[in-house]
């Protein structure tokens, strides 16, 4: 694969991993409380809508009206005075959040129903009991469970004078609460959606009749007046309610209608409201609450200041009043939902507070949306493509960095768009799971990636330098042009026949291949018995044994190797079609020195030494004496197991000393008679070369060549007998070769 097909797939991971992240219920349950959390704290508080006013019975107010601190208790008397100063100030409507589901005094009782009549736009709250009931089969086993809800209505004396009555159930669970229902038990609508539908109720005509006009349902109350009466209110939410359900197109058709009447567009306000009521009848059951803040941000007045002031001085002319416990819950934490801006020492809010902040943000349109579901995962699977490419293409140091700044700007954007326009994107997966997981992947990739280029630049390397050599290279890099070790060894020096010939007639690209598979057979054998390649130069190869001394293994292996490469060559040149090079070898044991020669910038790994020199003379001696191996005597000196045989002495090209040379034939144990009585016959023959016994040398020489005529040595000293029988070797003469060149 490419580098950027890695990196597409790379990404595609992440991005497959954030869109299986976001499917798990206990990472969307992590953004909720994590990613919300982190919005709301950066962007802090803001101003709740005018319009909305809360009327606060707390302790304070209990004290100052010498009433009792339980709300739940406060006499009727004191709401009925609430009502009458409120009903003539102007409120568009008055919510009471305090159950009436007892009768008190009937006197009481009745005055304060009078009161909400008079006041005609008092909206009291019911309750929601929820039961689990047991559903048993026929063995009596249970086999589930249903869940019924019932509406619980204030006394019917209060709830045939109000405007309308509504619940606003709300979860009562210690973890913290971010969203509440709208509608609930089918479609039924909770307070604050009652409380908006007759907030904008001077729409509510022209509103009703677009939907009519556009084949709505007729049965909708026509007018305002219509809605008057104990229950109209919420069939008429309901019935508007399904509608949009139904037909999901009404909602173009109806802001277009209502666009153009002449009553709405020429009002921004009535054309707010409108879209504030298209906003809840279209959205979800179920919405996330946009908090203003803590406590007391929504404007809150207390209970008593109102009875104390007659409402004078207090501007209540349209606004959305709820009446209700606002207490400071700070110490007792007992009554209170617990919020986003609670924090370790904040205040929860009170069931008052929170219809008001529902209500205030289907006032504004502002509750908190989420991306649709899957909007989602094509966003989550986007965004772990982006930075999975991105951490695979860069270095790790690099990718932390790119990765870190696209989290900032995507938070920022996530923030602009939760602080503009509302919108909940998802952060705890993109930025907590995702980026993570692809810095930390990336991280680890490279890192595999750098250990596999590691391995496979050491395995190329080891094409040309010993394990051992790598291993100081890479733990000494600094020293390694220094690094030289002079060692005990045996150096064998093999060199092809015919190699200028055939390179001459071959192309370069075929002569490459070709030689490979003739290094092929003479590695094998050098390898087999622990030997080192430390050179390869056209046709020739150097390779050494070595230890911390000269060694029987250090001389043997060597001789074993040769033995098996010339057999291996004559095989290969025997089964080759193509060309045949037969091979030459030389080996000789001493001291070498191994490490790197070279100068600038350029340096090999090679032994260098006399050592090395000798063995490449002995190789070149074979041309003359037309011999396969020939070794020193320093290699075969107390090796019993090959069959060698003396050649003499030589004094080799560029050498003062002469040195005493042999014949490796093969290994003791296989040879046979005849090579026994050859060697024998040779010894006698070169001893009489010596004693200057010309003629009797040449009667051996020629009777080694009866037993083979293609025997080189024997046609070597046969010559040069001949030769001495002319004109005999100067006085001193000890019977050694002297060669000029190799």
């Known amino acids: ?85 409120l009903s003539t100030h102007g409120a568009r409507f008055i919510a009471f959040d305090i159950l009436f589901d007892d009768a008190h005094d009937p006197q009481v009782d009745q005055n304060f129903a009078a009161a909400i009549r008079k006041a005609g736009n008092v909206i009291l709250c019911g309750c929601t009991l929820s039961e689990h009931i047991l559903l ?103 019935a508007i309610r399904d509608e949009f359900q139904q037909r999901p197109a009404f909602e173009r058709a109806v802001l277009d209608a209502m666009g153009s009447h002449p009553d709405i567009a020429g009002d921004p306000k009535r054309a707010d409201l409108v879209r504030a009521l298209l906003k809840m009848y279209t959205g979800s059951e179920s919405r996330f609450i946009n908090y203003y803040g803590p406590a007391r941000t929504v404007t809150t007045i207390p209970y008593f200041k109102v009875i104390e002031t007659l409402g004078e001085g207090l501007d209540f002319r349209g606004k959305a009043l709820f009446v209700g416990i606002s207490e400071d819950f700070r110490a007792e934490q007992v009554g209170g939902f617990r919020t986003v ?85 998802p952060v705890f997966v993109p930025l907590l799971t995702q980026a993570p997981v692809a810095v930390a992947g990336a991280v680890v990739w490279h890192y595999l990636g750098v250990k596999k280029e590691r391995e496979d630049v050491r395995k190329a390397m080891g094409y040309y330098l010993p394990d051992d050599v790598i291993d100081h290279m890479v733990q000494n890099i600094a020293d390694f042009k220094e690094k030289s070790d002079t060692v005990h060894g045996t150096v064998l020096f093999a060199d092809a026949e015919k190699y200028s010939t055939l390179a001459e007639s071959m192309e370069p690209a075929a002569l490459k291949t070709f ?130 045989r003396p050649l003499g002495r030589f004094i080799l090209a560029g050498k003062v000393n002469a040195l005493p040379v042999h014949e490796l034939i093969g290994e003791r144990d296989k040879a046979h008679g005849g090579q026994f009585l050859l060697c024998e016959t040779f010894g006698r023959a070169l001893e009489a070369y010596r004693k200057r016994l010309w003629s ?16 080189g040595p024997s046609r070597f000293y046969l010559m040069l007998c001949r030769e001495f029988l002319v004109k005999p070797p100067p006085d001193g003469w000890e019977g050694s070769v002297s060669l000029a060149s190799k």
């Open 136 to 238: 048993h089969g026929s063995t009596r086993k249970v086999e589930g469970s249903v869940m019924i809800e019932t509406f619980l209505p204030p006394i019917p004396l209060f709830g045939s004078c109000a405007l309308a009555t509504a619940s606003f159930p709300l979860p009562r669970m210690p973890a913290r609460l971010d969203q509440c229902w709208s509608f609930k038990l089918g479609n039924t609508p909770s307070l604050p959606v009652v409380a908006l539908q007759i907030y904008a109720m001077d729409v509510y005509d022209v509103f009703t009749s677009a939907i009519r006009n556009i084949g709505g349902n007729g049965r909708l109350p026509r007018d305002r007046e219509s809605l008057i009466g104990q229950g109209r209110t919420q069939h008429a939410v309901r």
């Open 696 to 711: 009797e040398a040449i009667g051996l020489f020629e009777e080694v060549l009866e037993m083979s005529p293609e025997d």
């Open 341 to 425: 801006f609670s924090g370790p020492e904040g205040t929860d809010l009170s069931s008052v507070e929170l219809a008001a902040t529902v209500f205030s943000n289907l006032l504004e349109g502002s509750s908190i949306e989420m991306i649709g579901p899957w909007v989602q995962l094509f966003f989550l699977f986007a965004w772990g493509l982006l930075i999975g490419i991105v951490c695979r293409l860069l270095t790790a140091a690099r990718a932390i960095i790119a990765v870190c700044v696209l989290s900032a700007v995507y938070f920022a954007a996530a923030y602009y768009q939760f602080q503009a326009n509302y919108l909940w994107l």
């Open 515 to 644: 030689m490979n598979r003739f290094y092929e057979v003479l590695f094998t054998p050098v390898k087999k018995y622990r030997g080192r390649v430390l050179d390869v130069v056209g046709d020739a190869m150097l390779a050494i044994w070595y230890g911390e001394s000269l060694s029987a293994e250090t001389r043997s292996g060597p001789c074993r190797a040769a033995l098996e490469m010339a057999a291996a060559v004559a095989a290969f040149n025997a089964s080759a079609d193509g060309p045949k090079l037969p091979v030459r070898i030389g080996l000789h044991s001493g001291h070498v020195s191994i490490g790197t020669v070279g100068a600038v910038d350029h340096y090999e790994y090679r032994a260098v030494g006399d050592c090395v020199n000798t063995a490449s003379r002995l190789e070149g001696l074979n041309k003359y004496l037309k011999t396969r191996i020939l070794v020193s005597e320093d290699v075969i000196a107390g090796l019993d197991d090959f069959l060698t």
């Open 1 to 85: 694969m490419s580098r950027y097909s890695k990196a597409a797939l790379f990404g595609c991971i992440i991005g497959l991993l954030g869109v299986v992240a976001s499917l798990l219920p206990v990472l969307d349950e992590c953004d909720q409380a994590v990613g919300l959390y982190a919005l709301f704290t950066l962007r802090g508080h803001r101003p709740a809508p005018p319009e909305t006013v809360i009327i606060s019975m707390d302790r304070e107010s209990a004290q100052r009206l010498d009433i009792q601190r339980d709300p739940v208790k406060w006499p009727r008397t004191a709401h009925t005075a609430l009502l009458d100063i």
